[in-house]
């Protein structure tokens, strides 16, 4: 039982740093400049462009 918490409590704070997010991929929530382009494939002006080959 500990250790199940254990894992879960290391998850959660490996995943809550922003290092993590970028690493993943997550831009992060959308407040407090929310999210201007909401259709597929669009970025917001301040988003990384991707690496093309």
Known sequence: ???NYLLKMTV???Y???VA???I???GPAYPR?????????LDPWEA???HE
């Open 1 to 3: 039982m500990r250790l």
């Open 12 to 14: 959660e704070a490996y």
């Open 16 to 18: 809550s740093h922003l």
């Open 21 to 23: 997010w970028s690493e």
């Open 25 to 27: 991929g997550y831009g």
């Open 34 to 42: 929310g999210y201007v382009r909401t259709e597929m494939g669009q």
């Open 49 to 51: 462009q991707p690496e």
